[in-house]
């Protein structure tokens, strides 16, 4: 007789080695379930998992938690987001799980709050961030919903101060990079600063997504609730050295005999020969960038690198936001507040133009 598990969450997750395996959990952002599926073993595991959760306290911060992972509103961010979330709520979890309810309305709540970010700044301040800007997302929904009186960390600003003028990756780093990161890196680099894509996308770019000439995509991060029809579809040409790779890197693949061929179809691959994972890729990322001795930019910064080179290069911002996908705004907003403000080349070519005129 087959047993209805209510909530029960099934999860694929690629391992280093290249194998899927399937892990099962009591309900979203619950415990894991062990044994395997379908046996007594299993079924005592999701029951005891369950147990705990009807047992919960319903006054707490947890179960705040706990219903914001079950919401609809959760479910309707991307996946990369998804895991985020659920890494930052773990800590907020650990750090004040049991907290009141109730204790939400204390004036001295909020500069516990702020006390523990602080806390957490001193190794490391994006991420302290992160984690209050996540707690703060909780609590606001919590308001809407009605299970929260009220949202002490609304408007707590952040710690770290990011220096955006500088977080563009410079001609430098680029030929630092190519020298010294391991060269089954530099087609990530080469795609990003030719695309003006989110790493996310990248890593799931496949073959079949280029011609020769362009790479068409879907922009996941406009994909809501699994709806595509509102997502943001982007046909980007391709330069000629983005081309050059792209072309070498499908010559040397097609070139290899059947048995030998990656069986992934992604474009970009670890060493292995395997699609990345979204920790992996960062992980490497992080070990090239280090190796090549880049310490100032991201792999996100690459986006707004684009956006700046083509903006150098003479493109306006409604041919900048067809290439890389932002809406004209955020164009606007990167060149205005950020990038431009200080590149000597625009004024170079601002006095030239006087001159000339």
């Known amino acids: ?43 005592a595991s999701y029951n005891a998992a369950v147990a705990t959760k009807v047992a919960a306290r319903t006054d707490t911060l947890e179960s705040l938690v706990d219903a914001f992972l079950d919401s609809s509103d959760f479910r309707a961010l991307a996946a990369a987001t998804q895991a985020d979330y659920r890494r930052h709520l773990k800590i907020v979890t650990g750090e004040f799980g049991d907290f009141p309810i109730v204790a939400l309305t204390d004036t001295r709540t909020r500069g516990e709050f702020m006390a523990w970010r602080d806390r957490r700044a001193l190794k490391s301040k994006r991420q302290a961030d992160y984690s209050f800007a996540v707690l703060a997302r909780l609590l606001s929904w919590s308001v809407d919903r009605g299970l929260a009186p009220y949202n002490p960390c609304k408007r707590g600003g952040t710690t770290y101060r990011a220096k955006r003028t500088t977080a563009v990756w410079s001609e430098v780093d680029e030929a630092a990079f190519y020298a010294k990161a391991p060269p089954h890196m530099h087609l990530a680099l080469r795609l990003a600063l030719w695309t003006g894509q989110r790493q996310g996308d990248l890593l799931k770019l496949t073959w079949a997504q280029y011609d020769g000439a362009h790479i068409r995509l879907t922009q996941g991060k406009s994909i809501r609730r699994g709806d595509t029809s509102a997502a943001t579809r982007i046909i980007i040409p391709i330069g000629k050295p983005l081309r050059d790779a792209l072309d070498a890197a499908k010559a040397a693949r097609d070139a ?62 409604p041919e900048i936001a067809t290439v890389t996908g932002h809406s004209l705004r955020d164009v606007h907003e990167i060149l205005d507040r950020h990038y431009l403000n200080r590149d000597l080349r625009l004024a170079q070519s601002a006095i030239g133009k006087l001159e000339k005129g």
Not at 6 to 15: D, H, N, P, T
Not at 266 to 286: C, E, N, P
Request: some cysteine; aromatic content about 10%; hydrophobic content about 40%.
């Open 1 to 43: 007789m087959r047993v209805k598990m209510k909530g029960l969450k099934k999860v694929r997750k690629r391992l280093a080695s290249g194998q899927v395996e399937i892990y099962y959990y009591a309900w979203a952002g619950g415990p894991r379930v062990e044994g395997k599926f379908g046996t007594p073993a299993f079924l």
């Open 256 to 317: 290899l005999p059947e048995d030998e061929r990656p069986n992934a179809d992604t474009i970009l691959l670890t060493a292995r020969g395997t699609s990345w994972t979204r920790d992996g890729f960062k992980t490497s990322w992080g070990k090239a960038c280090a190796k090549a001795g880049i310490r100032d930019v991201t792999f996100h910064d690459l986006r707004g690198t684009v956006v700046t080179r083509l903006a150098l290069a003479g493109a306006t911002p």
